[in-house]
């Protein structure tokens, strides 16, 4: 099941990419009106250009993208609207890359599990619910509360991973 969810994910070529942003604006306001807290035209835009770049996205580049569309914007600017996403759940941050991505399920609580690809940077975000409990089970056995836990793995995605094979990856 949880394979092929991500492997929908990494699907992200052949769809328009308008439905996706106009979902996880739609998502947000949900969740907002939910749980408290205001998706302020700030934080509103930033997730926006977040789920626009498809891919990972750090900081620097939401404050150039910011910045040119409303002049110079101070740095707390940013990394306050992503703490709020981050707290909400909207976005998940990848540790390895520092950077973030628009959650595909917002509304239910879930640790970050994703698969990066090392050739195109394609991620995609893989929900498995066995996965989380056998971690958490694990960690109690060692008398371990864990508090946060995001998994990430490399390879290659569906684009990259050529047919049947199992060498190098194509470029495109
Ligand atoms: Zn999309
Ligand atoms: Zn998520
Ligand atoms: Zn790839």
């Not at 909207?90 to 990066?116: D, Q």
């Not at 290659?156 to 990856?169: K, M, R, S, Y």
């Amino acid at each position: 099941m949880g394979a092929t969810q991500a492997h929908a994910a990494f699907d992200q070529h052949a769809h328009d990419h308008r439905d996706c942003i106009d979902a996880a604006l739609a998502a947000a306001e949900d969740v907002c009106a939910r749980h408290g807290g205001q998706l302020t035209k700030t934080r509103r835009r930033v997730l926006e250009l977040i789920w626009a770049h498809r891919k990972p996205v750090g900081a620097y580049q939401l404050l150039d993208d910011l910045s040119r569309e409303r002049g110079r914007v101070a740095p707390p600017t940013i990394y306050r609207a992503i703490d709020f996403l981050l707290d909400r759940g909207l976005i998940h941050r990848i540790e390895s890359l520092n950077a973030f991505v628009g959650c595909h399920h917002p509304r239910e609580r879930h640790s970050g599990c994703f698969l990066i690809c090392r050739a195109c940077g394609a991620t995609a975000e893989m929900v498995d619910t066995r996965l989380d409990r056998a971690l958490t089970a694990a960690a109690a056995d060692v008398a371990f509360r864990v508090e946060r836990q995001t998994v990430e793995m490399r390879g290659l995605c569906p684009v990259c991973t050529p047919d049947g094979a199992t060498g190098d990856p194509v470029a495109h």
